[in-house]
């Protein structure tokens, strides 16, 4: 291979095509060298809006910017690429897909700034899982109908595409009707959906028992729903389930709820001695919200009654924890103080137990 210099060069590049190569040479160092002075004054500001819009923006403007470089050039270079019809349709289909991603971006960046404003981890969280639930579920709608919009105007750039998508619909409609029975579950769920987004039975870290299992809602997506269960397991289920068959939301209008322990006891249980404990046991602890505090005797059988002990929590995990912290605490407290409390059996026995007919027959033969 010849060593290439000046005069071979300009032999396949005309003075115009080098300024103009210079010039986009010379527009990429611009943009590299303005990037970097725009990301480090960011920094300092600290301010989490740019820092975001930074992070979200910066790689598809880069990759739209680098993409028109390389097409202008491409028209000035000697290789006749301007003559390929192919190059002006993968050109307008890399736009679609840039537009697309930086509209996505734009989609989340936009949401996350709006749920910032809602946090989740405070204690009182119903307005702000309210919050969390719709932006999210509708951000997935949203993203899924413009990656669907993007996909169809790509499409509709190549002639033979669509000419041979016209010609599906117009002589196999067959498969369009099969099509669609087979997209019914998809659709159904996706509406399903737009309906929890709407009318919210489920949010975000919802206490449910679902299937007999109790957990928190973590993850609420188009077409099913993640339990996170209370051993750490994960229940998936179809969203819809949510809507066709009932289930118990503890969360659903206060994440407040009350939570119940049972004691079975002997009759000889002095009922005001548990109430006194009860409450040196909730001054004790920082698990009671001082709303419900409640000791009855819910039941009696024969052999012996059951107290109902309710109190209140600011959650569930918390109720969870306040309801075994009581259990402990008063099975205790009848051990040490009254253990003639604790569930026993009795039998009454006669002064004589040996009947008088036995005495008449054949005397008393005891020792």
């Not at 527009?27 to 975001?52: A, S, T």
């Not at 009707?177 to 919210?200: D, E, H, M, S, Y």
């Not at 870290?205 to 993850?219: K, S």
């Not at 659903?252 to 548990?274: F, H, K, M, N, W």
């Amino acid at each position: 291979m010849k060593n290439l210099n000046l005069g071979s060069i300009l032999d396949y590049f005309t003075v115009n095509d080098l300024v103009l190569i210079s010039i986009m040479v010379l527009m990429v160092v611009i943009f590299y060298g303005f990037r970097r002075f725009l990301w480090l004054h960011i920094q300092k500001l600290r301010d989490n809006f740019f820092i975001l819009l930074f992070k979200n923006l910066n790689g598809p403007v880069q990759v739209l910017m680098l993409l028109t470089i390389v097409y202008i050039m491409a028209d000035h270079l000697p290789f006749n690429l301007e003559e390929n019809v192919w190059l002006d349709k993968v050109y307008a289909v890399a736009i679609i897909a840039i537009l697309t991603w930086l509209v996505l971006r734009t989609v989340h960046l936009t949401s996350e700034l709006y749920l910032k404003r809602h946090e989740v981890a405070k204690r009182d969280n119903l307005t702000a899982r309210q919050v969390h639930t719709q932006v999210r579920v509708v951000r997935r709608v949203i993203s899924a109908v413009i990656l669907l919009v993007a996909v169809a105007t790509a499409l509709m750039m190549f002639e033979q595409i669509r000419a041979l998508g016209f010609s599906l619909l117009a002589s196999a409609g067959v498969v369009g009707i099969v099509l669609g029975l087979a997209a019914q579950k998809t659709i159904g769920n996706f509406f399903t959906g737009l309906q929890i987004a709407i009318t919210l039975p489920i949010r975000l870290g919802d206490a449910v028992v679902v299937e007999n299992e109790w957990g928190w809602i973590e993850e609420i997506n188009l077409t099913y729903v993640v339990v996170k269960i209370w051993d750490w397991r994960r229940l998936v289920l179809p969203i819809s389930y949510f809507v066709e068959n009932p289930f118990q939301n503890w969360t659903r209008t206060s994440a407040s709820i009350i939570g119940s322990v049972v004691l079975y006891l002997d009759y000889a249980t002095p009922v005001e001695e548990i109430r006194g404990e009860l409450d040196r046991v909730l001054r004790e602890t920082g698990l009671w919200d001082q709303n419900v505090k409640v000791v009855q005797v819910m039941d009696t059988t024969e052999k012996t009654m059951a107290i109902r002990i309710l109190v209140s929590a600011v959650d569930s995990p918390t109720a969870w924890d306040l309801r075994c912290l009581v259990r402990e605490r008063m099975i205790a407290f009848l051990q040490k103080n009254y253990p003639e409390s604790l569930p026993r059996l009795r039998a009454e026995l006669p002064d004589d137990p040996i009947p008088e007919e036995e005495k008449k027959e054949g005397g008393d033969h005891r020792p």
